[in-house]
C-alpha cells in the first residue's frame, strides 16, 4: 500500500505545478484590446507599481512639450500614488508579433490626452516599452 500515498503525492505536485504555471501566466493574451485594458486597470489601481513592473530600463515617455521621460523618473514620479481613475477612448490598435501600438485618448480626471503607447511581449510579459501624449485641443465652435 506505499504506492498509494506515492501516487498522491505525485498527482498532487502535478496539479499544483500545472496551476502555478497557469497564475504565473497573467498576460495571457495577445488581443491588442485587451492588453490595454489590463494596463490601464493596473495602472488605475496602482500607478506606481504599474510603471516599477511594467515598464522596461530602456522606457521613453514624451510629454506634450516633446521633452523625454525615462523609467527612473517616471517610476520616481508615481510614488506615493496609490489609485487614480481614467479611462481610454477612441482606440486604433496595430500589432506585429510580439509589438503592439496603441492610440486614442486617454482622459484622466476629465483632461483628454491623444495618446500612443507601445507595449511589447518580454519573455511572456507585455511591458510598456513607450508612451506619448499631446494635449487635446477644444475644437472651434462653427459660426452660424
Excluded at 490595454?36 to 516599477?52: C, G, K, V
Excluded at 530600463?57 to 500614488?81: H, I, P
Excluded at 503607447?117 to 472651434?140: C, D, I, L, Q
Amino acid at each position: 500500500m506505499k504506492t498509494l500515498p506515492v501516487k498522491i503525492a505525485f498527482c498532487t505536485l502535478l496539479f499544483l505545478s500545472i496551476h502555478s504555471f497557469s497564475f504565473a501566466q497573467k498576460d495571457n493574451t495577445d488581443d491588442p484590446e485587451k492588453v490595454l485594458q489590463l494596463f490601464i486597470t493596473e495602472y488605475n489601481t496602482d500607478p506606481h507599481s504599474f510603471f516599477n513592473s511594467r515598464i522596461p530600463s530602456d522606457f521613453r515617455y514624451t510629454n506634450t512639450k516633446g521633452l523625454f521621460s525615462y523609467r527612473e523618473s517616471v517610476v520616481k514620479g508615481a510614488e506615493g500614488r496609490k489609485s487614480t481613475n481614467s479611462e481610454v477612448s477612441d482606440l486604433k490598435f496595430f500589432k506585429a508579433g510580439d509589438l503592439i501600438v496603441a492610440s486614442g485618448i486617454h482622459t484622466f480626471g476629465g483632461n483628454p490626452m491623444a495618446f500612443t503607447y507601445t507595449m511589447r511581449k518580454e519573455n511572456g510579459k507585455w511591458m510598456f516599452a513607450a508612451s506619448h501624449h499631446s494635449t487635446v485641443e477644444k475644437a472651434a465652435e462653427t459660426k452660424k
